[in-house]
């Protein structure tokens, strides 16, 4: 593996500063589609294969990391049929790819709010978390049904529970405790944040998380981000001073 990154890496990247974790909210899939005429579904589509190869580009290139912004709570909010149609869409990516993604040795996790999600596409998830829990090529996490402020929200009704209980003192509650309650304990805070099409807001992604993350804008539709997009993103990136509030 050593070798290969070593080959496929753009020399003009530094290995000692890629981001460890890099995110990203995948913007422009309806967009996309539209401008060619197409069905918003279409867009989606093309948006998995886009996934896949980012996955395959953070192997390459040795980032271990990497965090999608696949549906947010928001998103029930958008016509039924493009809803069932991505709900669908996850089930299936998950049934097609899985062995593969065994054979890359990529980790996958889902975090966010399961429960409402249909009852097949929840055992898919959790075959895929079990199936690939030990490999170690890049952990791919993937929010479904997620909201940083319902997450938030989570997080401090279980540790006022803990407190009602007597579990738990007050004056215990720091950073610390609270990053293990959230969905992504365990996992690097991202470093980079990828958002595409050229909206310029988190949309309520990663809101704890993302407090000394570097953000990335760019025009580009997420169907149309290659690997040529992603080697822009990580250059800028190499170009940041970060000095986490610091001199």
Sequence with gaps: MTAKLLQTLPPDLDRQRLPKHVAVIMDGNGRWAKRRGMPRIVGHRQGVDVIKDLLLCCIDWGIHSLTV??????????????????????????????????????RITFVGDLDPLPKSLQAEIQRSME???????????????????????????????????????????????????????????????????????????LLWQMAYTEIYFTNTLWPDFNRSEFHRALLDYQERDRRFGKV
């Excluded at 009602?164 to 405790?177: F, H, N, P, R, V």
Aim: charged share 30%.
């Design 69 to 106: 912004y696949a549906f947010s709570t928001e998103n029930w909010g958008r016509p039924s049929e493009e809803v069932d149609f991505l709900m669908v869409l996850f089930e299936r990516m998950l049934r097609q790819e899985l062995e593969q993604m065994g054979r890359d040795g990529v």
């Design 131 to 205: 199936d690939t829990k030990n490999n170690q090529a890049v952990h791919f996490t993937v929010a479904i049904n997620y909201g940083s402020r319902r997450e938030i929200v989570r997080v401090c009704r279980q540790l006022s529970e803990m407190v009602e209980t007597g579990e738990l003192k007050s004056a215990e509650i720091d950073e610390s405790l609270f990053e293990q309650h959230l969905y992504t304990a365990g996992n690097y805070d991202p470093d980079l944040l990828i958002r595409t099409s050229g909206e310029m807001r988190l949309s309520n992604f």
